[in-house]
């Protein structure tokens, strides 16, 4: 089945304890992508990545890290958590075709952090 | 920094009326997309819009782009229980093979009781 996982689905932790979420999709989708969903905010992008071992900043960047060394995989690495980081996080992947003026994003089913 | 404001946040209503969602930007946007989120879950595509004036039906629901290409809506004919949900709009700004990313709006969070 074609999907995007995220783990862990939950997680309360402590400020400043380093933690890492992971993304994994199976459908070989060169791009991936990070975000936050805050109530009356929407989706607010944290990074994205064009490709392995490509990376960027989207409009939320501070305070996180990604890495891109395998296709399949893009974790989000909060070096040291506060509690401003407690939200609902989003890993999403899509195809990037020639050509075409947008494509599909596939969402995983979210982790929700809270950081005390 | 581009912006989508999303209209109504919060959308209330019985079984078999009508709804509009408004999706509006003062940028243009080279496609837009539609997604409806249910809790526990991400975000699903509905449907995407990239020529201005298009206008595109998947069942109960039409989804119209701006003439413009600036704004959005979706209107629900005859609401269902089923239809409740998180509906979330999302810009495209530039083409996908140019680097564009999505843009969200706020989201609607439409309710419908039997």
């Known amino acids: 089945e074609a999907q995007v996982t995220q783990n862990p689905r939950y997680l309360i932790t402590v400020t400043g304890k380093k933690l890492t979420v992971t993304c994994s999709q199976n459908?070989?989708?060169?791009?991936m992508s990070w975000y936050r969903q805050d109530p009356g905010l929407g989706l607010r992008q944290i990074y994205y990545?064009?490709?392995?071992?490509?990376?960027d900043k989207g409009d939320v960047p501070e305070g996180y890290k990604v890495s891109r060394k395998e296709k399949r995989n893009f974790p989000l690495i909060l070096e040291s958590p506060s509690p401003n980081q407690t939200s609902l996080y989003f890993c999403?992947?899509?195809?990037?075709?020639?050509?075409?003026?947008?494509?599909?994003?596939?969402f995983g089913p979210g982790t929700r952090l809270t950081v005390l | 920094t581009q912006l989508l404001e999303q209209s109504p946040q919060f959308l209330s209503i019985q079984e078999g009326e009508n709804l509009t969602v408004y999706c509006n930007s003062s940028?243009?946007?080279?496609?837009l997309q539609w997604y409806r989120q249910e809790p526990g879950e991400g975000p699903v595509l509905l449907v995407t819009?990239?020529?201005?004036?298009e206008v595109k039906k998947l069942k109960r629901l039409t989804f119209q782009f701006g003439d413009a290409r600036k704004d959005s809506s979706l209107h629900i004919t005859a609401a269902q229980p089923g239809d409740t949900g998180l509906y979330l709009c999302?810009?495209?700004?530039?083409?996908?093979?140019?680097?564009?990313?999505?843009?969200f709006g706020q989201g609607t969070e439409l309710s419908v009781k039997p």
């Open positions: 990545s064009m490709n392995v071992e490509v990376t």
């Open positions: 999403a992947s899509s195809l990037r075709r020639a050509g075409r003026s947008s494509n599909e994003q596939f």
């Open positions: 459908m070989n989708h060169e791009y």
């Open positions: 940028s243009v946007f080279s496609s």
């Open positions: 999302a810009g495209v700004d530039a083409p996908y093979n140019q680097g564009g990313k999505l843009i």
């Open positions: 819009v990239v020529t201005g004036g």
